[in-house]
Structures are given as C-alpha cells and as structure tokens.
C-alpha cells in the first residue's frame, strides 16, 4: 500500500467503524472499591486482633508486627480468588516511570502429585525479581543481580482485570540485595517520614499536645491524548517515540479554543466511562472529566489522595488510559508534546500537608493573618522552593517535558511561588516588621437578580505560576503528562521537611532565651521573607521582563534537562536528602545517571526514527510528486504550453536540503567520544536536537507541496480532528 491509500484506508475504518455500546451508568455505591482489599474487607476477613494491628500500621505508621502476614496472606489470597484470581504479582515501581510486576500463581504441587492453592506471608511481605535488569544507575551489575520487592502495607492491594482473568496485585518497595532503594516507592515513604517527623516538631511548638501522623496529600490532574490507531499504527513516530517528529500544522488547530471544555465527542465519552468504572472499582476518586485546550487532548482529575497511594493510584490512571484506549480503538499518548504548534500536556500535581487533628496545615481559614499555624507552614515552603527551587526543576526534567516548559501553554523553567493578592500582601507586611490584617474576599453580585451572589476567593489564579498557591494548596505545574508523581512528591516532601526543621531549630533556640513565641514565630518568618522572598512572584511568568527580573533575583533558568539534571550532583542537595534519611549520596548518584541515560536514549531514538522516516517514507513520496510533475511540464511544453517551474524547483531545493541535513544528523549521531556524561547531555540538546529540527523544517515544508495522494503520514488534520 503506497501513498495515501493507507490513510484512505485508515478514515474509512474510522468513518464506519460502529461505536462501542455504553454500558448502563451502575450506582458509585454499587462500585467502589469492588476490587481493592481495602480496610473494610480485611476488617470482615481476619481476626480482630490482626486487622487492629494491620490498621494501626496503616494510620499510625507503627512497626507491622511479622506475625501477621501469614494470616493476612491466606486472607487476601481467598479474597482474590474468589474474585477468579489464579495469581498474584508483586507491583512496583522502577526508575523508569513506568510499573513492573512478576505474576506468580497460587498453585502448589503437594507429594501426591495434587495441587492447591497457597500463598504464605513469606510471599506476600517479599519477593526476588531481577535486581540487575531496570535501571539502577551502577548499583546492581549482572554479575550481582539479587534484588527484593516487600509489601508495602500503607497501599492496599487489589485485583487487576484483563481480558485474561484476574490477578491480585499487591504494592511493594523495589531494593537491591545490599539495601539501596530501585525504585520510586521507597524514597516517597522515607520522604513522608521526614516531613512527618519536621512537621510533629513544629506543630509540638506552636503549642499542639496532641498531633497525629502528618501526611502529605496528592491530586494529580492527569491529560492525554487520543488518537485512532488506524491512524497511530502508520506513524512509526508515534508508536517508538510517542509523538510526532513530523506533521504540518492544520489551518485549523486551537486557535479558536473550541475544544476546551466544549461537549465531549460520543465515542470519547464512552471511552472516559469505562475508564471511570474500572477507577471505581480500584478505588481510585476519579472527580472530574473534560476535553482540554487542544484538539483530541482531555483530562481526568481525582479527589485528593494520602501521597503514597495517589502515587500508586496514578500509575494505575496511566495503565488503565492506556489499555482501555486499546479497546476502544484509540491510542492514548502521554507525551509531553504530541503534536508541534498547539499545547502539549501536563500532570498538574495538587500537594499539601495535614493530619487528623490539626486538619490542612496549608489552609489559611477566613483569616490568614492571624493563623499562625498556617503562616509557619506556608512560609517553610516558600523558603523550601526558594533554597532548592533547581532541585524542583531537576525532578521534571526528561527530554520530552523540555518540548512543553517554557512555551506559552505550561510554566517556565523558572521555579517561583505564586500566593494569590491576600497571601502576598500578607507576606510583605511579615516582611515590613508585623501584620496589620488581611485582605478580605469579597463579594461577587452579577447584576442580574436571577443570578446568585457568591463569595469569590481572596485570590486570583496564575496559570504561568510552576507553583502556585490555589486556595488550600500548591499546584505544581511543571510535572509532565507521562511522568510518575513519585519523584516531584519526594522533593516537595523533602524541602518542606528540611524548612520545618530550620524553623524548629529557630523557634527552640529563640524560645530557650525566653522570648515570646509570637514573637519568636513572627521573626522566622520575616527571616523567611528577607532571605527568600525572591522567589515570589505574582505577574506574568511568559513574560521576558520576568526572565530578565528573575535573573536579577538569581533564580535559576534551566531551560532544558541537559541544564537542570547536574543539579543532582550538587552538594547542596546530596546534602538536603543525605540529613533528611530520604536518599544516600550512592541512591542519589545513581538516579542522576538513570535520568541522564534515559535522556540520551530518548533523543537518540527520536534523532534514529527521523532519519528514517525521512529516507524511506518522506523522500521517496517528494521524488515520485517531482518526477510526476517534471513529466507533466515537460509533456506540456512539447504540445506547446509552457507550466511554472517554481514549484518542481522549490520541491527540489527542499527535498536536497532536508537529505542533506538528514545526513548531517547521521553523522552527528555517530560522535560517541565525551569526556563527561554532561558533555554528551548538552551534546543531545544542542547539536542533535536543533538537527532534527531542521530535518522537520524541511520534511513539514514539502508536506505542504507534496501531492496529497502520494503523502505517506497521517496527518494533523486527520490524526486531531477525524475520530
């Protein structure tokens, strides 16, 4: 099949393909958590004192007692196979961004040649993959491959449907035989720790007796996109790289922003539907559905989560977009920039901090300026994004989130706090010396008398902000579609952890010289403003003027990850995760070498796939258009009627420029020789990346001349608005 004819092909199996029926809406209640071996079910399924000692772990985080496994295994293993599970897996999560698990059934040969079903507690608190085989940056080798995953307690496991059965997946930590952490899971746990421990010290001084576990919360705000996969399975681009290397804009694209939020197409809809089912079977609060900016782009966002189990419960978002998708005839892309020239996607991650007896700890109430507590907390973070804001920005960097930071679509590289007018205004009378009060929030009257009158926020919202406030929270906004949430989660926990500990350093040095704890509280804070009130800022983050006042502020610009990953090595911050227990100078190294090699790999599979998409699709289509069109303009001329020649002409000069620049990028991919892993990185981003570029200029300019008939890729227009 040559040409179009398989994009022909492709529209028509679009065009008629039937829609999957929706199946009836079933009540929430009926739903919820139908498939998770959550607190309730264990509570009916063990012993009362076994479930009150796994239910003590659960919401205090006191030691699990290994006399409870057995008991607990042989209860969830009845559980899940009752629900036709014939094995389970341990699941967790490598420094990939992705999930791993290894299924293991419950059989068990007895002497008489029987079998039966059995699963000790020994299997379910470990298992032993491969410690060797996912990236570990040096730690494990092949010939020291010994690794374990240990039930994670704090996530509760639950059964996973496929179209080939059922199978009990239960959470785990991935380590390595001599201790070091593999994955994303155990540095999240270790980071809620300390910011548990930071946090129970403040609280303690501000006056509290009695404080519960402080955890942090999460709400992912996750986008995607759609495309058919008639139409994904003709683009070799889409399916290794996850986005698009080539693709002339549309005339129509999002500039009329009808798309976002408008009315959800009929297929798409009973695509989420199903999606939100199986959320609610795994107890997953998917709240809120909508289609976002760009075409054939949407979003799905959850109620809040105890951070640990957002964190599972996101990477089993991404897992159920994606299979789901394939059911419905779609595939679902989570790259950070599908498509050139409109908006790419994010994972806005919600984050704040609490327990069950002083509530939110970011929540200002009706008046903020005399909440103290509130003001502790929030000035900790201003000063944790100020001291380690590089660290922030590290934690998102990956070669496809550098496509959408910094455009007019996603926040800067830049990392600065955002307050809101009231907040600010707060914080700069803090800075003055005292507070005087609080700005107050208004009242919206719509002028018409049908229409209610409402309370409006004390605040505006900054969709330029990387991290903003937002009422009773931060969005951190600079987290990537296709990312785990683990990583940014770990750092925001950590930087709150070490600020807390600085103000309690503070107000147990001030105290003990008997002053005043208002006293003592309203001079860490104006030391928090007079040495960190740089980094909040409330205007236009696209802006070039803010570039410019940022630098004067010296707040770093890392504009793309070859820039932000050193900052890994830094000592400063092997320092921050070394003294909070939440990663060793050995565990920290290797994630910069992952995160780098992962890099690299990326760009050189992009750079590998455009030049091959160049020589064997778009080259051969351009020569055949200009070899039928010198034919028409010579056989014209001979009968006498001279064609323009600025067309063949143009096609030439474009297809010449695009191999020869095709052969640049080949070459340039064959330089291996760098003295510094950092060498190679800038390498990537400033030599093969503005190649690939020009590769694209070239294939995208001939795309708008090449006769259609003859152009082999699926197009913008039909891949964004044909579904």
């Known amino acids: 099949?040559?040409?179009?004819?398989?994009?022909?092909?492709?529209?028509?199996?679009?065009?008629?393909?039937?829609?999957?029926?929706?199946?009836?809406?079933?009540?929430?209640?009926?739903?919820?958590?139908?498939?998770?071996?959550?607190?309730?079910?264990?509570?009916?399924?063990?012993?009362?004192?076994?479930?009150?000692?796994?239910?003590?772990?659960?919401?205090?985080?006191?030691?699990?007692?290994?006399?409870?496994?057995?008991?607990?295994?042989?209860?969830?293993?009845?559980?899940a196979i009752s629900k036709g599970a014939l094995y389970y897996a341990h699941v967790f999560y490598p420094l990939t961004n992705s999930t791993a698990e290894k299924h293991d059934g419950f059989i068990s040969v007895q002497s008489d040649g029987s079998v039966i079903s059995e699963f000790a507690g020994k299997l379910l608190v470990q298992g032993e993959p491969d410690g060797s085989s996912f990236p570990n940056g040096g730690i494990r080798s092949t010939a020291a491959a010994r690794g374990y995953t240990a039930w994670d307690v704090t996530s509760?496991?639950?059964?996973?449907?496929?179209?080939?059965?059922?199978?009990?997946?239960?959470?785990?930590?991935?380590?390595?035989?001599?201790?070091?952490?593999?994955?994303?899971?155990?540095?999240?746990?270790?980071?809620?720790?300390?910011?548990?421990?930071?946090?129970?010290?403040?609280?303690?001084?501000?006056?509290?007796?009695?404080?519960?576990?402080?955890?942090?919360?999460?709400?992912?705000?996750?986008?995607?996109?759609?495309?058919?996969?008639?139409?994904?399975?003709?683009?070799?681009?889409?399916?290794?790289?996850?986005?698009?290397?080539?693709?002339?804009?549309?005339?129509?694209?999002?500039?009329?922003?009808?798309?976002?939020?408008?009315?959800?197409?009929?297929?798409?809809?009973?695509?989420?539907?199903?999606?939100?089912?199986?959320m609610y079977r795994l107890g997953i609060p998917a709240k809120t559905r909508h289609n976002e900016?760009?075409?054939?782009?949407?979003?799905?966002?959850?109620?809040?989560?105890?951070?640990?189990?957002?964190?599972?419960?996101?990477?089993?978002?991404?897992?159920?977009?994606?299979?789901?998708?394939?059911?419905?005839?779609?595939?679902?892309?989570?790259?950070?920039?599908?498509?050139?020239?409109?908006?790419?996607?994010?994972?806005?991650?919600?984050w704040s901090v609490g327990n069950a007896t002083q509530g939110n700890l970011l929540d200002p109430g009706d008046t903020p300026h005399s909440n103290v507590q509130f003001l502790v907390f929030c000035g900790a973070v201003i000063r944790g994004v100020h001291k380690y804001g590089p660290l922030l920005r590290a934690v998102v960097a990956t070669a496809s989130n550098d496509h959408r930071l910094g455009a007019n679509e996603a926040p800067p590289a830049i990392i600065s706090v955002y307050l809101g007018s009231q907040l600010e205004d707060i914080f700069e009378q803090i800075s003055q010396g005292g507070i005087q009060g609080s700005q107050g929030r208004g009242i919206m009257n719509l002028g018409v008398e049908t229409l209610p009158i409402f309370v409006k926020d004390a605040g505006d919202r900054n969709r330029t902000s990387p991290f903003a406030f937002t009422g009773n929270r931060f969005e951190f906004r600079a987290v990537g579609s296709g990312q785990s949430v683990s990583g940014p989660l770990v750092a925001m926990n950590t930087i709150l952890a070490d600020s807390l500990d600085w103000v309690a350093n503070k107000l147990e040095s001030d105290l003990a010289k008997g002053t005043d704890l208002n006293a003592a509280i309203q001079t860490v804070l104006k030391e928090v403003m007079d040495d960190h009130g740089a980094v909040v800022f409330g205007g236009n983050g696209y802006s070039e003027e803010w570039h410019k006042m940022a630098e004067e502020r010296g707040l770093a610009n890392l504009r793309t990850t070859a820039d932000a990953l050193p900052v890994l090595k830094a000592g400063y911050i092997e320092d921050l995760f070394e003294k909070?227990?939440?990663?060793?100078?050995?565990?920290?190294?290797?994630?910069?070498?992952?995160?780098?090699?992962?890099?690299?790999?990326?760009?050189?599979?992009?750079?590998?796939?455009?030049?091959?998409?160049?020589?064997?699709?778009?080259?051969?289509?351009?020569?055949?258009?200009l070899s039928d069109l010198s034919s028409t303009i010579a056989g014209l001329k001979e009968i006498g009627i001279e064609l323009e020649k600025a067309t063949a002409e143009k096609v030439a000069t474009l297809v010449k420029s695009m191999m020869d620049t095709a052969s640049k990028l080949s070459d340039a991919l064959s330089k291996h020789d760098f003295a510094t892993t950092e060498d190679h990185m800038q390498y990537a981003s400033q030599t093969i990346r503005p190649l690939m570029d020009e590769v694209r200029q070239y294939a995208d300019a001939l795309e708008g001349e090449v006769a259609d008939d003859l152009w082999p890729l699926p197009t913008y227009q039909e891949m964004l608005f044909v579904k």
């Not at 004819?5 to 929430?28: D, E, G």
């Not at 421990?197 to 996750?222: D, H």
């Not at 089993?316 to 409109?342: D, Q, Y």
């Not at 796939?609 to 778009?618: C, N, P, R, W, Y």
């Open 1 to 79: 099949m040559s040409g179009n004819q398989s994009r022909v092909q492709a529209i028509s199996q679009i065009v008629n393909r039937k829609l999957m029926p929706a199946q009836p809406p079933k009540r929430l209640e009926d739903m919820w958590a139908t498939d998770v071996f959550n607190l309730s079910k264990m509570q009916a399924s063990l012993p009362k004192s076994i479930f009150k000692s796994v239910k003590n772990t659960v919401q205090t985080g006191q030691t699990l007692d290994p006399s409870v496994a057995d008991v607990v295994a042989v209860a969830m293993k009845d559980w």
């Open 156 to 278: 509760p496991a639950y059964v996973m449907e496929t179209d080939n059965g059922m199978t009990l997946c239960i959470p785990t930590v991935f380590i390595s035989w001599t201790g070091e952490a593999l994955d994303k899971k155990t540095p999240l746990l270790r980071s809620i720790a300390a910011m548990n421990k930071a946090a129970t010290r403040v609280l303690k001084l501000l006056g509290n007796t009695e404080v519960a576990p402080v955890n942090s919360s999460c709400g992912a705000e996750q986008e995607y996109f759609l495309v058919d996969s008639n139409f994904a399975n003709n683009r070799p681009d889409l399916l290794l790289a996850g986005r698009t290397l080539f693709g002339k804009p549309p005339a129509k694209g999002q500039q009329f922003d009808d798309h976002y939020f408008g009315a959800i197409p009929e297929r798409v809809q009973v695509f989420m539907q199903e999606v939100e089912e199986r």
């Open 293 to 350: 900016v760009a075409p054939g782009q949407f979003e799905i966002a959850p109620f809040f989560e105890a951070a640990n189990v957002a964190s599972d419960h996101q990477q089993l978002t991404m897992t159920i977009l994606r299979n789901t998708a394939k059911k419905h005839g779609f595939i679902c892309l989570l790259h950070e920039k599908p498509f050139a020239g409109i908006n790419g996607s994010g994972k806005h991650v919600n």
């Open 580 to 625: 909070t227990g939440v990663l060793t100078p050995v565990e920290l190294e290797s994630r910069y070498d992952v995160y780098a090699e992962q890099y690299l790999l990326a760009i050189e599979v992009e750079a590998k796939l455009v030049g091959s998409i160049a020589k064997t699709m778009i080259y051969p289509a351009a020569v055949r258009y």
